[in-house]
């Protein structure tokens, strides 16, 4: 029987500058350089295009490429729609309907790459064909016939991607900001927001605007009535995760023994023989954890592993050898946020590449779609427990996506979540929060309790066709970072402690400016960030305003703080175990008293929900003409006037 074609999946990092000026053969080297820091990306392969217009202006397409689905030649970048390369393209993701596409609109094309439809489709559509990609991406295309450049990026963001001008009017993309912050031809540089395509035509002013625009996030007003469909949901969960199974490499589980990674894992295992084009059908899922010894995620995972049958990797660390990995996980997350989460991570994906697998299965999301952060017990009515889950949502991409993709890719690991699928974040924003809402104290019919994301544990409980351990279905929420071991959290506080003298932490506000640092945690991390991206470069402005600000409370938004009194005279800790009387080791752990709360704002968050940009300053280090200036807004950027743009 003849082997039924495969697309070529395509992971890694991109970087692209277009309409450069200057000497075209120290531009390449100086492009070529700045990429490099992007290899971690894209280990298994590299591929450069160079362009020069009539003008002499240069474009540098470059692809760093890591392997998931029939790798080979047939799988490089940059990408063309045919010999003439009029349309030249690079793209980071998957588009899982691509099939469907290709049969759709008749693209006919030798290279089967799930990719190679976006040049098509941008050729016979123009830019309007973003809505109807399936998958996670970022790209930048190049129409050379009509001098028009087009990007855009996923729904959520699961695809990390930057833009910069040039000072001499080029245009620069990017996987990572680490290719940007020291350019010293680079005039400002931001985040890609998550939903939207950017379009530039010839020396026209360019436009962005929102493709990912379902009402939940246009409508900030809106809250969903339809009541939560148990079977529906189980479904789409189900669907989303078997699409996901699709490669041709070795790859695993993220388990960590909670609610969503168990989840994944499950239904990783009973989909497997099902799904197509998976790597070894026949064979056990891997599944991997880590923690330091005797952690709560070590146990809980590894007794769902044993029911589902899968092979187990328990990997532990010390404390020690976290505290040693902080400087590489803030250059490689690029913030200084998050850090707790995923400093394990990244030490569970060294493990992971060792091993020879290239993707991973992660359960990110369910958090935030259905309210299932500890602090969600305390959401005072239904309309604000929707408001937060939606804050929570559209936030994602500076938070636990940006987390999940960089540490993994750290070491040229892809993750995929399912969780946060397009069709399964639709259907979880468009039901009533009245199903999401959390009261321990009231039952329902089985006698189950209303626990944190009751309605994706009711979902899943199958009597008779069981998909976890009852104790682990209806497990209470642990955050990853207290999950893998309280000594771990604890033992970072203490290091801070160690490393941030007394007098420093007093002067913080002289040292940080911007949204002082209210533990000493913070002020170690956003020295770690500030030594990174800050300081002495020109637009260390830039590397703040991508960063999100603002007091937390178990990971909370800071809107949320408000929710409880105390809460808002605290310093804020990200720990679940700071919601009291709620977790269950809750009255074991302190969070002190804001001494600065009259000074420093929770409203100010560093995400620009309302269209306000952060004004930050990088003054250590820079002229202080440079330091005077306010942040510039991507320059020659505007909003389609057809369109309702919101910036994140």
Same mark, same amino acid.
């Given at each position: ?34 990429? #490099? !820091? *992007?290899?971690?990306?894209? @280990?298994?392969?590299? /591929? ?5 217009? =009539? %003008?002499?202006?240069? &474009?540098?397409?470059?692809? #760093? !490429? *890591?392997?998931?689905?029939? @790798?080979?030649?047939? /799988? ?5 729609? =045919? %010999?003439?390369?009029? &349309? ?561």
């Amino acid at each position: 029987m003849p082997r039924v074609e495969r697309a070529r999946t395509i992971m890694c990092g991109i970087f692209s500058v277009l309409r450069l000026t200057g000497d075209a053969r120290k531009n390449r080297q100086r492009v070529y350089q700045l990429a #490099k !820091r *992007l290899r971690h990306r894209g @280990p298994d392969s590299y /591929g450069m295009e160079v362009r020069l217009d =009539d %003008a002499g202006r240069q &474009t540098f397409m470059v692809h #760093k !490429r *890591l392997s998931i689905v029939a @790798p080979g030649k047939s /799988g490089d970048q940059p990408l063309f729609t =045919d %010999a003439t390369k009029r &349309t030249a393209f690079i793209a980071n993701g998957e588009i899982y309907n691509h099939a469907e596409l290709r049969e759709k609109y008749g693209i006919v094309s030798e290279n089967k790459s799930d990719c190679q439809v976006i040049g098509h489709l941008y050729e016979q559509h123009g830019p309007s064909f973003v809505s109807e990609l399936d998958g996670m991406f970022a790209f930048v295309i190049e129409d050379r016939e009509n001098d028009v450049i087009v990007a855009a990026r996923d729904h959520m963001g699961k695809i990390p991607m930057y833009m910069a001008n040039g000072k001499d009017g080029s245009v620069w993309f990017s996987s990572e900001m680490k290719t940007l912050h020291d350019d010293p031809g680079v005039a400002n540089y931001e985040i890609f927001p998550p939903g939207h395509v950017y379009v530039k035509k010839g020396d026209a002013p360019a436009t962005i605007e929102r493709w990912y625009n379902p009402q939940w996030i246009t409508d900030e007003n809106y809250v969903p009535t339809k009541e939560a469909n148990l079977e529906e949901l189980r479904e789409c969960v189900v669907d989303a995760v078997t699409k996901r199974l699709m490669a041709d490499v070795p790859y695993a589980v993220l388990l960590s023994g909670g609610l969503d990674s168990s989840l994944i894992t499950s239904i990783a295992v009973r989909q497997r023989k099902l799904a197509k084009n998976t790597y070894g059908a026949d064979e056990p899922v891997h599944s991997f954890s880590i923690g330091i010894k005797g952690a709560p995620d070590l146990v809980a995972a590894r007794k769902v592993a044993e029911q589902l049958g899968t092979i187990h990797h328990e990997v532990h660390f010390t404390p020690e050898e976290a505290l040693d990995a902080l400087p590489d996980v803030i250059w490689h997350l690029e913030t200084f946020e998050q850090v707790r989460a995923s400093v394990p991570m990244y030490l569970l994906s060294r493990h992971i590449k060792s091993l020879g697998f290239k993707m991973v299965l992660s359960g990110e999301g369910a958090d935030e779609l259905f309210g299932g952060y500890l602090y969600f017990h305390k959401a005072p009515n239904p309309a604000e427990f929707h408001a937060e889950c939606r804050r929570k949502t559209m936030r994602l991409h500076q938070w636990d996506v940006l987390r999940a993709n960089k540490s993994t890719m750290s070491w040229g690991i892809e993750v995929r979540t399912p969780l946060l699928s397009q069709q399964v974040i639709d259907l979880a924003m468009n039901m009533r929060p009245e199903d999401k809402m959390i009261d321990v104290n009231k039952k329902d019919a089985d006698g189950r309790p209303y626990l944190e994301k009751y309605i994706l544990r009711k979902a899943f409980d199958t009597p008779g066709d069981s998909y976890l351990p009852q104790e682990v279905l209806w497990r209470q929420k642990e955050q990853f970072s207290d999950g893998v071991g309280y000594d771990w959290v604890d033992g970072l506080a203490a290091h801070a402690e160690l490393e941030v003298s007394d007098e420093d932490f007093a002067r913080r506000a002289q040292r940080f400016p911007l949204h002082p640092p209210t533990t000493k945690e913070y002020y170690l991390l956003r020295s770690i960030f500030e030594e990174h991206f800050v300081t002495g470069f020109e637009n260390g402005d830039c590397a703040y305003a991508t960063c999100p600000f603002g007091k937390s409370i178990a990971c909370s938004t800071p809107e949320a703080v408000c929710w409880d009194p105390e809460w808002e005279k605290s310093v804020g800790d990200i720990s679940g175990r700071a919601v009291k009387n709620v977790h269950v080791a809750a009255d074991k752990f302190d969070v002190k008293k804001d001494g600065t709360a009259a000074t420093i704002s929770a409203t100010m968050t560093g995400v620009r929900e309302r269209g306000v940009r952060v004004k930050a300053r990088a003054v250590r280090g820079v002229p202080q003409q440079q330091a005077r200036r306010g942040h510039v807004r991507f320059s020659g950027l505007r909003a389609s006037p057809a369109s309702k743009v919101l910036l994140l």
